[in-house]
């Protein structure tokens, strides 16, 4: 009897994986993206190559900055946070490629049953009885749809995303920091072009002080002249603020305490051989977060045929087998030896509306996932034509600006010698000075944001995974 049951279930093993040949699930196709004219740009670019292809450390060749990037890269709350997701995910995908593995239980247990006399067992039985058991049970399901392999598919292609979500953590970590460290630099030179205007207006004030007493200029100017001086004292207190707020700001960008930050004295040129933009579809590969969104999709596709094939049978082989006996001294005899051997089909019929929910739920989710992936691609577009547009204009105003500044120091100079031989008014000398500086000062900001521009464009190439 025993080899009969054996065979019977061999039989229906056979059937199984027979049946395994019949895959409903269907294969993932890579969504067609239409990349023609995605940015703006003056020329269409047939060069495969893009600024975005060259290494963030070949790009920013400042010492201290790599070293604040190093450390950023290996300290950063929010990639660490990243590597955690991709540990989580390796252990749902490695879960999942045991997914077609029996499941096997080992246990031993102890029983006593003791029925009352008035029950009909108890009116048969002298009394109590015991039975000790250790048994071995396995289970097993054939994946004749395609479930199994479809989950093991979407928890792959989590996991990839996760790698790729790290990556443009990264991406957006190293711009981060190097627009927070030229910012800085930028702050620096303009305290210290205010600092030097504010010990020229003191000069000034002297200046002005003596001018009065000899009778050349009245009290009004005495006042104005010193309220110009309170300005740029005013202008110098903010931007100190600024400097440590803005350090507070990369600290916790590179892990650490709020503190001082190292950097050089001046801009560093960034190292563009050539302000290449490269072919469309070829520069979006670079950028993790458009391949993040095109594994997500993919997972939901995947788990899309999961809910599918709960609409179809399962078939599932059981076994148990092992010792049992009501005495312990018989307990590992022969004659305790006991086996079971199970087969079933299961069609599902009436669910409370769980597997059609599911289905719609999945399907949902695939095209909320299609949606996205499909706004990354478009947003990558604007992001490239916004970082061109920002860096060509601020090009152009500092070829400006720098004509701007050159003229209104002259006329600062000039006023102050015309003032002193009583050809210029005091009014005239402040405003020559007030405009001076703000222009001196807006000329070191074009520069930030020039540099700003190329770091957005950088990393809306995909710069930075390299």
Do not use: H
Not at 98 to 113: C, F, K, M, T, W
């Amino acid at each position: 009897m025993k080899l009969n049951g054996i065979y019977k279930g061999v039989v229906v093993l056979g059937v199984a994986l027979t049946m395994q040949s019949c895959f409903v699930a269907k294969d993932f196709t890579k969504p067609t993206v239409d990349t023609a004219n995605l940015y703006r740009q003056d020329t269409l670019s047939t060069d495969s190559t893009s600024i975005g292809n060259i290494s963030w450390k070949d790009l920013f060749q400042d010492p201290i900055l790599q070293g604040t990037i190093e450390k950023g890269l290996k300290n950063n709350i929010d990639i660490n946070l990243a590597i955690q997701n991709i540990v989580a995910s390796k252990a749902y995908l490695a879960q999942a490629k045991e997914g077609n593995l029996p499941v096997i239980n080992v246990g031993a247990d102890y029983s006593r049953q003791d029925p009352s006399k008035n029950s009909a067992l108890g009116a048969f039985s002298n009394g109590a009885s015991d039975q000790f058991q250790l048994a071995g049970n396995l289970s097993w399901e054939a994946d004749i749809w395609g479930k199994i392999r479809s989950n093991t598919r979407a928890n792959n292609a989590s996991y990839l995303q996760s790698i790729a979500a790290k990556q443009f953590v990264e991406t957006q970590i190293i711009a981060s920091i190097a627009s927070n460290y030229y910012q800085l630099i930028a702050l620096d030179q303009q305290l210290e072009i205010t600092t030097s205007t504010i010990t020229n207006r003191e000069d000034s004030f002297k200046t002005i002080q003596a001018l009065k007493d000899a009778g050349n200029v009245n009290e009004v100017a005495v006042q104005q002249t010193e309220a110009q001086l309170y300005a740029a004292q005013l202008i110098a207190e903010d931007l100190k603020s600024q400097i440590i707020i803005l350090e507070n700001a990369t600290s916790i960008l590179i892990g650490q305490k709020v503190q001082a930050i190292d950097r050089s004295k001046s801009f560093e040129t960034l190292n563009i051989p050539s302000l290449t933009l490269g072919v469309p579809a070829v520069a979006l590969r670079n950028r993790p977060d458009i391949v993040a969104a095109e594994y997500a999709l993919m997972s939901n596709f995947e788990l899309t045929n999961v809910a599918r094939s709960s609409f179809y049978p399962s078939i599932t082989l059981g076994a148990s087998a092992g010792f049992q006996s009501v005495e312990i001294k018989d307990w590992f005899s022969a004659n305790s030896i006991f086996s079971n051997l199970m087969a079933g089909i299961a069609q599902p019929i009436l669910n409370k509306r769980a597997n059609r929910t599911r289905l719609e739920v999945a399907r949902a989710n695939q095209e909320s996932s299609l949606l996205n992936f499909q706004y990354k691609v478009l947003d990558a577009g604007r992001e490239v034509s916004d970082a061109l547009q920002n860096y060509k204009n601020e090009s152009t105003k500092i070829t400006i600006r720098d004509k701007q500044v050159l003229a209104l120091k002259n006329a600062a100079d000039f006023s102050d010698e015309l003032l002193n031989y009583g050809m210029a008014t005091y009014l005239e000398v402040l405003t020559a000075k007030e405009q001076s500086l703000n222009s001196e000062l807006a000329l070191i900001l074009n520069k930030y944001q020039q540099q700003l521009a190329l770091i957005q464009l950088y990393k809306s190439l995909g710069g930075g995974t390299k």
